[in-house]
């Protein structure tokens, strides 16, 4: 999903005088990286929690319905090939063995191991469960076993999304110990995850602020091209990175204006380190530019990794470009709106607007399994403005417009 920033764009966006100072920063995990640290390129840590204190996150952003599992403790995710929800009491795992388990996508927070796997034919399923179009409420329709990280299993039921709460239960394979369970979206504004713990039937509140954080150093599962567990960094909802290779002058190279922007969270990831059989080898010739949802730029260049001895990560920042317009606390109102939605056939308009000049906007449609299907640059005027999307298949989308400090999202259906 890269997203391809103009010379001239990038010299109506950014005020660019000066560089700033190089600034070397060190970022622990803990010994076998035990923690996951949340980061802000201009503030330092913004947030640290054990990684381990999880099972399952839910989606609480405003159309969000994807449910993550703690992958890299050993949770497993299976959905139960035998029955529906109508199964719920007869659940049989012979030959579970065979099943095929469902991860997190690597690439977009919005697929989690329950939200991943949808099927395309029919737009409104989402995985775990049906959307409505009249209620604008998911049913759960599957049963999921799922074995936890001290080794045992749980059958798991995610009954609803109504509103802003998703309810569920959970039980061990033969129906006892039944425990029912919800999650609040409202508990977490701001956030992009709720967190629970079956093994402890505990709602967790972890991350810091959605707009206080660029970074989170972590372990998560790639795909490499087997589901594998890796040490690295992503980045947050709306955060822009570029990945340059094989530049000779790296420590002063700093042209951001032709390189090519990604959303995707993983485009920092894990692999701007080799382990060499006694320590770890970082690429001296590999640098990122990353944006933030306040619009800067950041060149950001890993000088060390200690590996799981210490968890640190060691590398340099430096502030190159400032956008011109205020922060994130501070951008102009945005609103977006799209109609007809649900769509049966007829064109599909996006309506927004922007309470003051932008220098730089972008529209960009996702399908239901996080690939990007169409984009294009906005009008970055002040007012009211309108724009045709192309036509879509029958579907579910996800239309998102971004500018600098504002990142909005829309749920469509085409019928």
């Known amino acids: 999903m890269k997203k391809i920033i103009l010379s001239a764009l990038l010299a109506a966006t950014f005020t660019q005088t000066h560089a700033q100072q190089v600034i ?25 929690a054990p990684k381990a204190n999880w099972d399952i996150a839910f989606d609480v952003s405003g159309f969000g319905s994807g449910i993550m599992i703690n992958s890299v403790i050993g949770t497993t995710l299976w959905k139960y090939p035998k029955a529906d929800i109508a199964g719920w009491s007869s659940v049989d795992t012979t030959g579970l063995s065979t099943w095929t388990a469902h991860y997190n996508s690597d690439t977009s927070w919005a697929l989690g191991a329950m939200g991943n796997y949808t099927n395309p034919t029919n737009p409104y399923d989402l ?14 329709d599957s049963i999921y076993i799922i074995k936890l990280a001290d080794t045992t299993y749980r059958k798991l039921w995610i009954e609803s999304l109504s509103g802003s709460i998703y309810t569920f239960k959970y039980a061990n394979l033969d ?13 977490y504004t701001g956030k992009n995850f709720g967190y629970f713990s079956i093994r402890t039937n505990a709602a967790l509140d972890r991350e810091p602020a959605t707009v206080n954080w660029d970074l989170v150093f972590t372990q998560y599962t790639a795909f490499i091209p087997m589901a594998y567990t890796v040490t690295g960094v992503l980045s947050n909802n709306g955060v822009q990175v570029a990945k340059l290779g094989g530049i000779t002058n790296a420590g002063t190279y700093s042209d951001y204006s032709t390189a090519n922007f990604s959303s995707a969270i993983n485009s920092i990831g894990y692999n701007w380190k080799t382990f060499s059989g006694t320590a770890y080898v970082v690429q ?3 640098l990122y530019f990353v944006k933030p949802l306040s619009g800067d730029i950041w060149k950001v260049m890993f000088t060390g990794f200690d590996g799981s001895s210490t968890g640190n990560f060691i590398f340099s920042k430096q502030k190159l470009a400032t956008s011109s317009i205020p922060s994130v606390n ?30 730089s906007a972008m ?36 239309v998102e417009i971004e500018a600098p400090g504002t990142h909005l999202q829309q749920k469509l259906i085409v019928q």
């Not at 995985?127 to 009249?134: E, H």
């Not at 129906?175 to 508990?187: I, P, V």
């Not at 951008?331 to 220098?359: E, K, M, T």
């Open 284 to 286: 001296d010739s590999l």
């Open 24 to 48: 070397t920063d060190t970022v622990s995990i803990g010994t076998l990286y035990a923690n996951q640290v949340w980061y802000s390129l201009k503030n330092d840590q913004q947030g640290i």
């Open 363 to 398: 529209v960009s449609v996702y399908d239901v399994t996080g690939k990007l299907v169409a984009q294009d640059n906005l009008d970055t005027t002040s007012g009211l403005h309108q724009y045709q999307l192309p036509t879509l298949h029958t579907s579910m989308y996800i």
């Open 127 to 140: 995985d775990w469960g049906l959307y409505n179009i009249t209620t604008h409420a998911v049913t759960g």
């Open 175 to 187: 129906g006892t110990n039944l425990q029912s369970a919800t999650l609040d979206k409202s508990a």
């Open 330 to 359: 501070g951008a102009p109102a945005a609103s977006l709106a799209l109609y007809p939605n649900p769509s049966n056939g007829q064109a599909i308009h996006v309506a927004y607007s922007f309470d003051a000049n932008v220098p």
